[in-house]
């Protein structure tokens, strides 16, 4: 069964610093993959997707996340974090079943970033 | 750009009640989904639908339906809320599969 784990519940980062929030699956088949991003009192936001293609990914607010085969991982990334960037993050993969396309979330990763 | 709108920001209601939670899209988007989002859960699918009058059920289903008259449109209903539907009810729309619009979302209280 498609699913999404995000080991990590909160990550803290200092303002400048590079930061990585965490993302491994578990598919059949080709992995369509998806960030979002919650700020406070907002709905999701899309940043990034990997379909096919160049393993590195590079999405909105300067956020990137590499695909890794291998390791099963889609890693979240950005190389400067910015207090604007605390927020709740989503990992997602696509699923198929019963005929449609729905996307299953992983639990959220929460991003301090500190000044 | 896209825009999701939700009836209300915050709810409460009483046990027993039937609650109605609206969702706008005003992009002529096909599908539309209704999810529930808690802490250590992250985001459950309730129901989607693709067409009007078309609706799925999703992952938790129980105690919800749901309703889509026009394309725009999609209601969530609580037939009789109970205290463990006290969440956050997100809904989405999207033109193709690859990326959903949210809505800010309504946060519930049964009492």
């Known amino acids: 069964a498609q699913s999404v784990a995000q080991p990590e519940d909160q990550v803290n980062v200092a303002e400048g610093n590079p930061l990585t929030v965490k993302c491994t699956y578990s598919v059949s088949g080709n992995p369509y993959l998806f960030w979002y991003v919650q700020y406070p009192n907002r709905g999701l936001q899309f940043l990034l997707k990997y379909i096919t293609g160049d393993n590195l990914v590079k999405g909105s607010y300067g956020f990137e996340a590499e695909f890794n085969k291998s390791q099963t991982s889609f890693h979240l990334k950005k190389p400067s974090a910015l207090v604007s960037d605390s927020a709740l993050y989503f990992c997602a993969v696509r699923r198929f079943s019963g005929g449609y396309n729905k996307l299953i979330f992983g639990a959220g990763t929460r991003l301090a970033v500190h000044p | 750009d896209v825009k999701v709108t939700q009836s209300s920001r915050y709810l409460v209601k009483r046990t027993g009640e039937k609650v109605f939670l609206e969702c706008v899209q005003d992009?002529?988007?096909?599908?539309m989904f209704w999810y529930r989002q808690d802490p250590g859960l992250g985001l459950r699918l309730i129901y989607f639908s693709y067409d009007v009058k078309m609706k799925e059920k999703g992952d938790i289903p129980e105690g919800y339906s749901v309703s889509r008259e026009k394309k725009e449109r999609f209601s969530l209903i609580l037939e009789s809320a109970s205290t463990n539907q006290t969440s956050m009810y997100l809904c989405?729309?999207?033109?193709?599969?690859?990326?959903?619009?949210f809505g800010p979302g309504t946060r519930l209280l049964v009492l």
């Open positions: 989405a729309s999207r033109a193709s599969w690859e990326t959903q619009y």
């Open positions: 992009m002529d988007h096909e599908n």
